[in-house]
């Protein structure tokens, strides 16, 4: 089994739909993160959580929200969809310290009409 | 602003021959300095990571060059496989405590 699953894989919705995706992992790491992937952009940092109680914003942090309901379980959410929200986005996870690696999940891609 | 940039955005490299990507970042407090590869319809992958106590870290084909007073970073890649056709990224962060910044990306074509 994927030791960092994303929930769903594909989605597309409607302009103005509120829409969670889903990040699990089975790595027992402390820290996790969700990207936003865009052709010539690179990944760009959403959120990101160090421990179950902390929660930080990235550099678009804009649109949308986040939730840490476990340390194996890291949720983003998208209150209002719009189509400029059209993207791949990645869960990843990492263990704490310098130089720890990320771990990053299959990706969801979502298209928003 | 963009504190890591990459280039080339997209490159093609015979079967054979050597890819180099460069990275270039602002900020002197970085101290781990990774690169990631990802393949179509994956999530990116740890690749190989140097910190700059050390100026090239090599591991089989994949060679990470640094040049801390440009503050400059390269992936070269010997000779390059169809295997290798993948999107690399750069990064860095500063003593594991904030997260990775990424760079935009290089697309890679190594043609037969």
């Known amino acids: 089994d994927a030791d960092v699953t994303q929930t769903p894989r594909n989605r597309i919705t409607k302009t103005g739909k509120r829409i969670m995706l889903e990040c699990s992992q089975t790595?027992?790491?402390?820290?996790m993160y969700w990207y936003r992937q865009d052709p010539g952009l690179g990944l760009r940092l959403i959120y990101y959580?160090?421990?179950?109680?902390?929660?930080n914003k990235g550099e678009i942090s804009d649109g949308y929200s986040v939730s840490r309901q476990a340390q194996a379980k890291f949720s983003l959410s998208l209150e209002s969809a719009i189509p400029n929200q059209t993207a791949l986005y990645f869960c990843?996870?990492?263990?704490?310290?310098?130089?720890?690696?990320?771990?990053f999940g299959p990706g969801t891609r979502l298209t928003v009409t | 602003q963009q504190q890591v940039k990459q280039s080339p955005q997209s490159l093609i490299v015979q079967k054979g021959g050597i890819s180099i990507i460069n990275c270039a970042y602002e900020?002197?407090?970085?101290?781990?300095f990774p690169w990631y590869q990802q393949f179509p319809g994956k999530g990116p992958a740890l690749l190989i990571a140097i910190r700059p106590d050390v100026s090239e870290k090599k591991e089989g084909r994949f060679t990470i060059s640094f040049n801390k007073s440009a503050k400059q970073f390269s992936l070269h890649i010997m000779d390059s496989q169809p295997g290798d056709s993948a999107t690399y990224f750069c990064?860095?962060?500063?003593?594991?405590?904030?997260?990775?910044?990424f760079g935009k990306g290089t697309r890679l074509s190594v043609i037969a």
């Open positions: 959580s160090f421990d179950v109680k902390d929660i």
């Open positions: 900020n002197t407090a970085f101290d781990y």
């Open positions: 990843a996870t990492s263990e704490s310290g310098p130089g720890s690696e990320q771990y």
């Open positions: 990064a860095a962060s500063i003593r594991g405590n904030t997260p990775l910044v």
């Open positions: 790595k027992g790491h402390d820290r």
